[in-house]
Each structure stands twice: as C-alpha cells, then as structure tokens.
C-alpha cells in the first residue's frame, strides 16, 4: 500500500500479549526524503524514529500506537503492515 505523508496508520493485532507490531518499508527517494515517526497509545506527539533509505526496511511501531512517514520531493514510501 502507498503510504500518504504526514497520515498516521495504527496497526493492530488480536494478540494483546504483544508490545510491538511491525511494518515492512520499501523506499524510493528518488530526490527526495523520507522520515519514519511513531507514538505509542499514551503519547501526544510522534518521535523520530529514523531517516529511511532505498533499501527495505522492517520497522516496529508500539501495539496499539501509531506511525507516519513523511516524504518530501518525489519519495514515495510502500507499505505492508504485518
């Protein structure tokens, strides 16, 4: 799925037992940027997670919480929740 900059996506899951839950990534900057940002159900704010490259990328997100991307120029960021 293409993610849309600057959308939080929430992840969920039918096993509570879980802490983290994660996303496969795939990249192409293309000229741009592209950053990964999370917050957890408790949070008021996205962190910084980190700066995403071309290369795919597995990343954890907070069970029951929430992540974004944020592109500029023409990034686009694809993603598929597991």
């Not at 996303?23 to 990964?36: C, D, N, W």
């Amino acid at each position: 799925m293409l993610l849309v900059s600057d959308k939080p996506y929430t992840l969920s899951d039918k096993d509570s037992s879980k802490s983290k839950l994660e996303v496969l990534l795939q990249t192409t900057l293309g000229g741009g940027t592209a950053k990964y940002y999370i917050k957890d159900k408790e949070s008021s704010a996205f962190s910084f997670v980190k700066d995403l490259t071309d290369v795919p990328e597995i990343l954890e997100t907070p069970y029951q919480g929430e992540f974004k991307v944020i592109t500029t120029g023409s990034a686009v960021v694809f993603g598929d929740m597991r």
